[in-house]
């Protein structure tokens, strides 16, 4: 009787740690806009990612951590001077709290977050048809977003508001990126 009751015991606490902590894969998608007031035009360029995350619940409430690697692309143009394209990619690291809105029972819920992210770029690429634009291989961003977790899948939107000014010059360059996500939760 008493192995039983620690089985017991022990099933309690395997499932109440599973509901706990989540961690899995994450692949997603990204749209990323040139934000600068200092060329003459801009166009957004599409991108890939993939990730590993970790989710503490509590409650109605959530912390997410995410490691992975990304890739953007961007490009600007300066009237009589010519235009600039960006292929960027490196580590992409991801802090977010959340609140749970709609909570679901065992089919999932709907999600509000908000968060910080930090880029660093390993492989830059700008080619343009005049000279280099020294470009910053750091970025920070804050951002805001919507998910839906179903069953182990987990669908999120984000966007990113870039922080830093990755053009070393004098001139200001920052992006915006508009992101989706699907992700697999193993626990």
């Not at 991801?94 to 819920?109: C, Q, R, S």
């Not at 280099?132 to 920070?140: D, K, L, M, T």
Request: proline residues 2%.
């Amino acid at each position: 009787m008493k192995n039983f009751i620690l089985a017991l015991l022990l099933c309690i606490s395997v499932n109440g740690f599973a509901q706990l902590i989540q961690f899995g894969p994450q692949f997603s998608t990204n749209i990323t806009s040139a934000v600068t007031d200092d060329f003459s035009s801009k166009s957004s360029g599409t991108g890939i990612g993939v990730a590993g995350f970790a989710r503490v619940n509590l409650l109605l409430f959530y912390g997410q951590a995410e490691f992975g690697y990304t890739q953007s692309k961007f490009s600007v143009s300066q009237t009589g001077i010519g235009e600039t394209q960006y292929e960027v990619a490196g580590t992409d690291a991801t802090l977010i709290a959340g609140f749970k809105v709609v909570p679901l029972g065992k089919l999932g819920n709907i999600r509000l977050f908000v968060g910080y992210n930090w880029k660093n770029y390993s492989s830059i690429d700008a080619s343009n048809n005049l000279n280099y634009i020294p470009f910053e291989r750091n970025n920070g961003s804050v951002l805001g977003g919507v998910g839906v977790d179903l069953w182990k899948f987990t669908l999120d939107y984000r966007y990113l508001a870039g922080l830093t000014d990755l053009d070393a010059s004098n001139r200001e360059l920052k992006t915006g990126i508009s992101n989706i996500s699907l992700g697999y939760k193993f626990l």
